[in-house]
Every structure is written in structure tokens, then in C-alpha cells.
């Protein structure tokens, strides 16, 4: 197998196995105590082999919403007490992918296949009953610490004059934040449901739009950038259809099958 090869990835179908995973991690994190706002606890996830953690803090801030989400927590990677990911929303999420889109198109697609991965828990692992977590193989930690190494790490620097958070740091993160949002919708009576919503709704949803917004942002910046050098038209629409995307699904922006095929081939296949 080629390094290539080692994330080549099989456009997924969501099966029995994939709701019965999720289901478990609802049920992890119903069981989660919570403290209070002020003095929120902490429950550890995964230790990195670089010494920090995944983690959420519980409870989160939706809980003081008017109409409150009981179950909510604050994901968090971080060390000694520090939270690296506080605060963290969209925003941060997408300026960190399309940073690594301008350092490198090939490494851009690796990393959306990365998270593709962590959407549809490929790269997860039940270390004990009842408890899954995000655990690649030795090949894909190899992988994924090659591309911090030899790309991001003096890209962040080179073009930006920025120190970013690691790309494996970065995983577990989106990996908390999308269980998370599991926990949001599908609860039901204290118990986990995925009737009421679509199952889509939740994680899916949310990492596929981590995933779909960055490429169609990503391809305005790029006609930019060629455009400005041959002084050509600057295609707008490639900007107004994400906004217009956005628009009609109140902030979930998910790209088809096809679409993904389409920018993340060859890494991603039927």
C-alpha cells in the first residue's frame, strides 16, 4: 500500500452498525456528571501522544438558554488546564482549513478525507464497552503527523506567520464537537433517538459542512488568485452560491455525493 492509498476512501452509506456506534456515544455522554457553570466537570476522552487531551467540560453554555439543552458540554484539546479550542465556532474552524488550502491543494483534500473519515467514525475504536473513540491506526497517526511535520507546520509559519493547532489536535476536536451535537438532537426522554430527527442531523451534518463550505470557499479563492495573475474575470458566483447554499439551510452547507466525489477524488471513490 502506498501512502497514498492509506486513506483512500469508499464514498459512505449510512448503515445499522454507523447509528448503533453513535447511539453508544449518546449513552456515554448521558451518563457524563455535570457540575455548574462555574465549576464545570471534566471528562477526559482521549490522551495524544504529544501529552495533551481531548476533552469535554460539562455543562455547556446552551444549558443557560431559555429553552435549555440539558445534555449539552464544552469540547476542548488542550494541556495542563489550558484549553486550545475555547471558544471555538465555524469561523475558526473554516480559516484553519482554508489556510491549509493556500499552503497546499493536495494536503487540503488529505485533511477532508481525514475529517470525512471522523464523520462516518472509520477511524474510531471501542477500547472498552460502551466507550468509542477517535483512535486512528498506526498508519493513518503516521500519516496525519507527516502532514504536520513536512507540510503544515512551516506552512502555517511561511504564510501566515502563525503557530496553528496540530492537525491531530484538530481531529479530536471536530470528533467532540460533532458527538456533541449528537447529544443536541438525538435525545429523547433521557434516552437516545433517532426518530424524531433525520439521522443526518447532528454529526453528519456538522462535519460535512466543516468539510463542504471550506471547498466551495476555497475554489473563489483560488479563481482569485489565478485571475488576479492573468488579469481575468474574478467569478463571483463561485462565492454567491455558498452564500446562497447557507441561506436556504440555515447554516448547514453539505455538498452531494457527486460534489464530494468530484473535488476529493482520488482520495475519495464510489
Request: with cysteine; proline share 3%; net charge positive.
Amino acid at each position: 500500500m502506498t501512502e497514498t492509498e492509506i486513506i483512500n476512501t469508499k464514498i459512505f452509506k449510512s448503515n445499522k452498525d454507523f447509528i448503533t456506534k453513535r447511539t453508544k456515544r449518546i449513552e456515554e455522554a448521558i451518563a457524563f456528571k455535570g457540575g455548574t457553570i462555574k465549576n464545570r466537570k471534566k471528562h477526559l476522552i482521549s490522551n495524544l501522544p504529544n501529552g495533551k487531551e481531548s476533552y469535554f467540560l460539562k455543562p455547556g453554555k446552551e444549558t443557560l438558554r431559555k429553552i435549555p439543552n440539558i445534555y449539552d458540554m464544552s469540547p476542548n484539546v488542550g494541556a495542563n488546564g489550558i484549553s486550545e479550542t475555547e471558544s471555538w465556532a465555524f469561523e475558526k474552524i473554516w480559516e484553519y482549513l482554508l489556510k491549509i488550502s493556500i499552503i497546499s491543494q493536495s494536503t487540503f483534500k488529505k485533511v477532508l478525507v481525514l475529517l470525512y473519515r471522523n464523520c462516518f467514525l472509520l477511524d474510531h475504536q471501542e477500547i472498552k464497552k460502551g466507550k468509542l473513540i477517535y483512535l486512528p491506526s498506526k498508519e493513518i497517526l503516521d500519516y496525519i503527523n507527516n502532514i504536520e511535520k513536512f507540510v503544515l507546520k512551516e506552512g502555517f509559519k511561511d504564510k501566515f506567520k502563525t503557530k496553528e493547532i496540530g492537525l491531530l489536535e484538530f481531529l479530536h476536536f471536530i470528533d467532540l464537537l460533532a458527538w456533541n451535537e449528537d447529544v443536541k438532537y438525538h435525545i429523547v426522554n433521557g434516552q437516545p433517538d433517532f426518530i424524531k430527527y433525520d439521522k443526518k442531523v447532528g454529526r453528519v451534518n456538522t462535519i460535512l459542512t466543516v468539510i463542504s463550505a471550506p471547498l466551495m470557499i476555497s475554489n473563489f479563492i483560488l479563481d482569485i488568485i489565478e485571475k488576479t495573475e492573468k488579469k481575468g474575470i474574478i467569478d463571483v458566483k463561485l462565492i454567491t452560491s455558498t452564500i446562497q447554499k447557507f441561506a436556504k439551510t440555515r447554516g448547514i452547507c453539505v455538498l452531494s455525493n457527486k460534489e464530494l466525489l468530484l473535488h476529493l477524488s482520488p482520495f475519495l471513490y464510489s
